[in-house]
């Protein structure tokens, strides 16, 4: 067996791990067990493969300096660089968490159904989002990176294990889109349903796929097929990889927070 090979399976039994623990969990009967658990795989998972300069952060919103807030978002990952604010005490330590958008490098919002309610949901809680700061061109002009990807950031992705078929998933999300006109940065970067299928949303100059088919710019592409479980997860993993690698060169000024503290 080859290494690729190798990795292939490595992925794909985490992805089929993946679906028993959710089949599993259906023995609880409120959604707040089922919830918890999805939200808890997806965070071990993460903390176990993402670089050490990143942190995974479990059911919270992300703020701006002006003070706009997101909806609830089920988990997002952050930089070393960034403050972390957390429910603080003892009996807190898994409790609800919050992050200046600067500091936000992905932001996942996780469904056990991904029907069409899960995805337009899932598709609103990313876009309220505030957007990522200027930054001005203070990255290093050595550094070779596509300006749209720190533009989109944090990344967002909506993960479901299980729901309907790839063609109904883009139609809504077509959909949901023609309907609200949202900018790009404000848009879903990667849609996955576990062992189905990943989607993605292609850049300003398109893609390819491994035969040369190309690819537009701006729509929704998706794939699936038997082994997709390891694709998706290691697709994710890479994207989140590089902007964790951007962010680094990124300079977090959130000193303006003092000057809008009420004092009396």
Not at 44 to 51: D, G, M, R, V
Not at 107 to 133: H, R
Not at 150 to 163: A, Q, S
Not at 204 to 222: A, C, F, Q, V
């Amino acid at each position: 067996m080859s290494f690729f090979e190798r990795i292939q399976k490595y992925f794909q039994g985490i992805s089929d791990k993946f679906e028993a623990s959710i089949s599993s969990s259906s023995v609880f009967p409120n959604k707040p067990d089922k919830g918890e658990t999805r939200e808890n795989i997806l965070k071990s998972f993460f903390e176990k493969h993402l670089p050490r300069n990143t942190t995974a952060n479990k059911g919270g919103f992300i703020f701006n300096l002006d003070g706009n807030e997101s909806k609830q978002i089920d988990l997002f990952i952050t930089n070393d660089s960034t403050l972390q604010f957390k429910e603080f005490g003892e009996s807190n330590k898994n409790g609800k968490t919050f992050n200046f958008v600067g500091g936000c490098i992905a932001a996942i919002t996780i469904k056990s159904v991904l029907d069409k309610n899960g995805i337009l949901d899932s598709l609103e809680n990313l876009a309220s989002i505030p957007k990522f700061p200027n930054t001005n061109g203070k990255l290093p002009p050595n550094l070779r990176v596509n300006p749209e990807l720190v533009e989109n950031l944090p990344l967002k992705i909506v993960f479901g294990f299980n729901g309907i078929s790839l063609e109904k998933t883009i139609e809504h999300i077509n959909k949901f889109y023609i309907k609200n006109s949202y900018p790009r940065y404000k848009r879903a970067d990667v849609i996955v349903l576990n062992n189905q299928f990943i989607i993605v949303k292609t850049g300003r100059k398109g893609s390819n796929l491994r035969d040369g088919t190309k690819i537009p710019s701006g729509i929704y592409h998706g794939m699936n097929g038997s082994l997709i479980g390891s694709y998706s997860l290691l697709y994710i993993l890479l994207k989140i990889q590089r902007a964790a690698q951007i962010s680094n060169f990124i300079l977090l000024n959130v000193n303006s927070l003092l000057d809008k503290l009420p004092l009396n």
